[in-house]
């Protein structure tokens, strides 16, 4: 009997030791509608899971109403979990910028107010360092003020189901809130062609 224990545990040791989980990092971002957000970061090699919910202000379990009500403090945001053996934060970073407004202290494209302001929220201080580095480059290659905040992260509140993966499941709607809300005319002219 203790044979056969001995030799299940040792399987168990052999098949734990061998099976190595790769590590993954988490990003948050705000930059407007989240629905466009958790598009965006969906589509790129590395990036594990992409959920759209709200973070940074003061109230405990908040929801749409409650958050686009303005009284909050949070913002519409997206947590993306991802594995930084396959993309970096610095590559999530270049996507996130080339898709926000980083001038508009107000909100994002037609969706404006608090809720809507575009925000990095760091989970750690690698990734504050190179936010604010990367936010200095901007800076510097526009020749003028950044008005995207960066900001350590606070509890991410999921979003209710209808607002995950909103573009997949409604993309006839999403298509149509997204041209009417001047998204892809305002990108192109900061941006260029090469977004």
Excluded at 39 to 67: M, R
Aim: glycine share 8%; aromatic share 14%; hydrophobic share 30%.
């Amino acid at each position: 009997m203790l044979t056969i224990l001995s030799t299940i545990a040792l399987f168990g040791l052999i098949t734990n030791n061998s099976v190595e989980a790769s590590p993954t990092e988490t990003a948050i971002f705000s930059g407007g509608c989240f629905w466009s957000e958790s598009a965006v970061f969906q589509k790129l090699p590395g990036v594990i899971s992409v959920v759209s919910g709200y973070t940074g202000g003061h109230t405990k379990n908040p929801t749409y109403e409650d958050v686009t009500g303005e009284k909050t403090g949070h913002k519409e945001a997206v947590q993306v979990v991802f594995d930084p053996t396959k993309i970096t934060y610095d590559k999530l970073l270049e996507t996130y910028w080339h898709n926000i407004d980083p001038f508009d202290s107000g909100g994002q494209f037609c969706d404006q107010g608090d809720s809507y302001r575009a925000f990095i929220f760091y989970t750690n201080d690698s990734q504050k360092k190179t936010a604010e580095a990367s936010k200095t480059k901007l800076e510097a290659f526009f020749k003028k003020p950044i008005a995207t905040e960066i900001q350590a992260a606070s509890t991410f509140y999921p979003a209710e189901d209808y607002h995950q993966n909103y573009t997949t499941k409604n993309p006839i709607n999403y298509k149509l809130y997204r041209i009417s809300c001047g998204r892809d005319e305002r990108l192109k002219e900061i941006w260029g062609s090469t977004k």
